[in-house]
């Protein structure tokens, strides 16, 4: 879901900047000014629709894709050369875009590593735990089948909870006696009444032995 996000957070700016080159190229080719729109190869000229008119699914689709690939060009610095602004619309919004980008990636690449430093530590604190356990097993010659589910199983635990056990326990730490007791109380209340041996304990008493 992280790099969903961040994918998407990319691409939508990339989206709407090349809606927008789009708008200024073709208001500018439309006025008989000078316009990017005016290096599109001859073959390709068809996707320019007459003045006046709409452009079709297929010219709209052909046009989106001219925009996006300049945008895209400029945003990664690689600048090929064929497309490039003529009026100073399209220049003042190539400042503009430039200024985009430069904010669009160093966000990218923050929170890009910051998932990869998320991931690393939580890998590297099963892997650890792991090596502890197997010298554990060796131990006590534990082997076999016996081995493989109990290393299965607490592998299983480790990358499910771990996160969250670490997080409560620092939690459970900060928090008030009072506070404590009641997260205590919630976890664990629903659990203990239905013990069968703690059935005539009152509910008072079940919140201090939680």
Same mark, same amino acid.
């Given at each position: 879901?992280?790099?969903?996000?961040?994918?998407?957070?990319?691409? +939508?700016?990339?989206?709407?900047?090349?809606? +927008?080159?789009?708008?200024?190229?073709?208001?500018?080719?439309?006025?008989?000014?000078?316009?990017?729109?005016?290096?599109?190869?001859?073959?390709?000229?068809?996707? $320019?629709?007459?003045?006046?008119?709409?452009?079709?699914?297929?010219?709209?689709?052909?046009?989106?894709?001219?925009?996006?690939?300049?945008?895209?060009?400029?945003?990664?610095?690689?600048?090929?050369?064929?497309?490039?602004?003529?009026?100073?619309?399209?220049?003042?919004?190539?400042?503009?875009?430039?200024?985009?980008?430069? +904010? $669009?990636?160093?966000?990218?690449?923050?929170?890009? *590593?910051?998932?990869? $430093?998320?991931?690393?530590?939580?890998?590297?604190?099963?892997?650890?735990?792991?090596?502890?356990?197997?010298?554990?097993?060796?131990?006590?010659?534990?082997?076999?089948?016996?081995?493989?589910?109990?290393?299965?199983?607490?592998?299983?635990?480790?990358?499910? *909870?771990?996160?969250?056990?670490?997080?409560?326990?620092?939690?459970?730490?900060?928090?008030?006696?009072? +506070?404590?007791?009641?997260?205590?109380?919630?976890?664990?209340?629903?659990?203990?009444?239905?013990?069968?041996?703690?059935?005539?304990?009152?509910?008072?008493?079940?919140?201090?032995?939680?």
């Amino acid at each position: 879901q992280g790099l969903l996000r961040i994918w998407l957070m990319a691409l +939508l700016p990339c989206h709407f900047s090349a809606c +927008l080159w789009y708008v200024v190229g073709h208001s500018r080719y439309e006025a008989g000014g000078e316009s990017w729109m005016a290096a599109i190869p001859e073959e390709e000229r068809s996707a $320019i629709p007459m003045e006046g008119e709409e452009p079709t699914g297929q010219q709209a689709l052909q046009l989106y894709q001219l925009s996006a690939y300049f945008v895209l060009v400029t945003m990664t610095t690689v600048g090929y050369g064929d497309f490039a602004p003529k009026s100073t619309e399209e220049r003042w919004f190539c400042m503009f875009l430039l200024l985009e980008s430069m +904010l $669009i990636f160093s966000t990218f690449v923050g929170l890009l *590593n910051s998932i990869l $430093i998320e991931i690393y530590a939580e890998s590297s604190y099963t892997r650890h735990e792991l090596i502890k356990l197997i010298k554990y097993m060796r131990w006590r010659g534990v082997f076999g089948g016996l081995k493989h589910s109990i290393m299965d199983h607490m592998q299983h635990l480790w990358e499910q *909870n771990h996160s969250h056990l670490q997080y409560e326990m620092n939690l459970c730490k900060d928090l008030s006696p009072a +506070l404590r007791t009641s997260l205590m109380s919630h976890i664990f209340g629903p659990v203990l009444s239905q013990a069968p041996f703690l059935c005539w304990m009152h509910q008072t008493a079940m919140r201090e032995l939680c």
